[in-house]
């Protein structure tokens, strides 16, 4: 029996021919992250277990981008315990107020994860990294110190599902709204411990943004990564980024999966997950009238150039509903700078909107956007439990880029197309 693509980065990495599903290995790491929250238990550990030198200083990240700016003493504690260790060990690709951005936008803009890489990171949505056919998922603080130290991880080799694409995306309908109906159709836990496997036609279609968007949330789904073929859109996004070559690796035509859905892009529409869970999906026109107070789009899983362009296309010439609080997150320094270059952040300003400086911010109620009791937020971001963005009788609305900003106008969930 042939190898899935996440298998054969496993195999390669920890240096056997092929692995099984199930089976036990200790793998290579070509990196590891941490952010200001996880990094500094991962520190603690890394000293309780008596270790005094990292695996490689070019192979670890780490990125101040969760209570970033600082928004109270503790969170700048924790900062200190990570620029402390950054400078003593170091550590090239540590990024703080000024060159920061949230993480899994950063690594990849940055060309510091790339395909055919085994990464994991102390944060759930490392499976991001997917999107350019590399293995990568999130670890506990525990892991990420035992990573850092000796360069490798132990895993058991996850089974797989493919999700065949055809089609292609209709307007208005982006990468957020592919992954949300998917979460729709198997559940949160439909893909557990389990590598959500993308083939077909109607990847062609797909931006790297898209792309970036699915893979970061296939830990929604349960899964343990999400994956995409290299392809020419991956080659040419990691062209001129990336340093050193890069490694495509391909699943056997006799790999086995177990389970296979197909999916026609062309069909999807506009999706929005409800609360208190994202496999609660309804399409934009099964809304009903839902009203809101706030909008945030940004985010690790939606705050790239082409969602603020998205976001940018429908509040151009108009404005946002008095009652809604829209907050706006560019995920990185550089997307920031792009938007000020496309006239985007004039735009968002002009519509009643406010823009923050890159951070993860209210996506896990940190700060900039926390809500209170009976408030609505539509959002860009990756999770709705209860309470992730404030009080516990608020809710939170998963959406795309476009329904946030139509929701904005209209002061209710909406679609592009209604306002």
Not at 149 to 156: H, R, Y
Not at 169 to 176: A, D, F, Q, R
Not at 363 to 388: D, H, K, P, Q, S
Request: overall charge negative.
């Amino acid at each position: 029996m042939g190898m899935t693509m996440t298998q054969k980065i496993l195999a390669a990495h920890a240096g056997l021919d092929r692995v099984a599903a199930g089976q036990l290995i200790r793998a290579n790491l070509d990196m590891v992250l941490g952010n200001d929250i996880t990094t500094p238990v991962a520190v603690r550990e890394f000293e309780k277990a008596g270790f005094d030198r990292i695996f490689d200083r070019e192979k670890i990240s780490l990125v101040m981008d969760h209570f970033v700016p600082n928004k109270d003493i503790k969170s700048a504690e924790q900062c200190v315990q990570c620029r402390t260790f950054a400078r003593r060990f170091d550590v090239e690709h540590f990024y703080d107020v000024g060159q920061m951005g949230i993480e899994h936008a950063l690594l990849p803009e940055q060309g510091i994860v790339k395909a055919g890489d085994c990464i994991i990171g102390a944060d759930s949505h490392t499976c991001t990294y997917g999107a350019l056919g590399a293995f990568s998922t999130g670890v506990g603080s525990t892991d990420m110190a035992v990573g850092m130290a000796t360069g490798q991880a132990w895993f058991k080799v996850p089974e797989a599902i493919r999700f065949h694409l055809t089609g292609s995306l209709p307007k208005y309908v982006s990468g957020k709204d592919v992954i949300l109906h998917i979460i729709g159709m198997i559940g949160v836990d439909g893909a557990l411990y389990r590598s959500m496997e993308f083939t077909g036609p109607g990847i062609a279609s797909l931006s790297m943004d898209d792309r970036l968007c699915i893979a970061n949330m296939a830990i929604e789904a349960g899964g343990k990564n999400g994956i995409f073929p290299v392809d020419e859109v991956t080659e040419e996004y990691m062209r001129g980024r990336v340093e050193g070559d890069w490694v495509a690796f391909a699943p056997d035509p006799d790999a086995e999966y177990a389970e296979e859905y197909e999916i026609d892009l062309s069909a999807l529409k506009p999706t929005v997950a409800f609360p208190h869970l994202p496999e609660n999906t309804k399409t934009v026109d099964e809304a009903g009238d839902v009203p809101i107070q706030q909008v945030v789009i940004g985010s690790c899983t939606n705050g790239r150039l082409e969602d603020m362009a998205a976001a940018a296309e429908i509040l151009a010439g108009r404005k946002v509903h008095p009652d809604v609080r829209t907050i706006i997150i560019p995920a990185t320094q550089q997307v920031y700078r792009q938007c000020i270059e496309e006239g985007y952040i004039t735009t968002f300003i002009d519509a009643g909107c406010v823009v923050s400086t890159p951070t993860c911010g209210p996506c896990l109620g940190g700060y900039m956007g926390i809500l209170a009791a009976g408030e609505r937020c539509v959002a860009t971001t990756n999770r709705n439990f209860v309470g992730r963005m404030g009080h516990v009788k608020s809710e939170v609305y998963l959406a795309s880029p476009a329904v946030a900003a139509a929701s904005a106008i209209a002061g209710r969930i909406a679609g592009p197309e209604e306002v």
